[in-house]
């Protein structure tokens, strides 16, 4: 399986793609380096992401594989729009389920950042809620704070 890592502001990263589709994004430096186009272009991507540019992940080709409920609820967290959140209720209502079912899901991301499940918040607002990626919620602090950052003039 094609592998390229990349250096961010989180640390390395390593995409993942076969058959074409991007399949993960994983934390740390993978063993075995290629540069396919589709690699080599999501890469670019995410250091325009990371450099502050304002970038639409949505025409990157994803390989998924969970529940049918599972990829409804990521397929819904791709439609949040850069620098704006959704509470766990409000995507519960907007697609079904509970905010409990909802979270489940949303932990079971495997394509941090492509798939911005950091745009979930709780409703409650006291925090950011749990986040399984990276370095949990200072992670997710971090990805929100440079998508505001961006959008504030």
Not at 62 to 87: D, F, H, K, N
Not at 116 to 136: A, E
Request: glycine content about 10%; charged content about 20%.
């Amino acid at each position: 399986m094609p592998q390229l890592s990349f250096h961010s502001p989180l640390g390395a990263l390593t995409l993942s793609e076969e058959d074409g589709r991007i399949v993960s994004l994983d934390e740390g430096w993978g063993r075995d380096q290629s540069e396919t186009p589709l690699l080599l272009q999501v890469r670019d991507m995410m250091q325009d992401y990371f450099d502050g540019k304002v970038v639409d992940f949505q025409s990157i080709p994803l390989m998924l594989c969970g529940t049918a409920y599972q990829e409804r609820v990521w397929a819904a967290l791709r439609t949040i729009p850069y620098g704006q959140t959704r509470s766990y209720a409000e995507l519960a209502r907007s697609i079904g389920g509970s905010p409990q079912s909802i979270g489940q899901a949303v932990a079971r991301n495997p394509l941090l950042i492509l798939i911005p499940c950091h745009r979930v918040l709780p409703s409650h607002g006291k925090n950011y809620g749990d986040y399984s990626g990276f370095d949990g919620a200072e992670s997710k602090a971090f990805l929100l704070d440079l998508e505001r950052e961006i959008l504030t003039p």
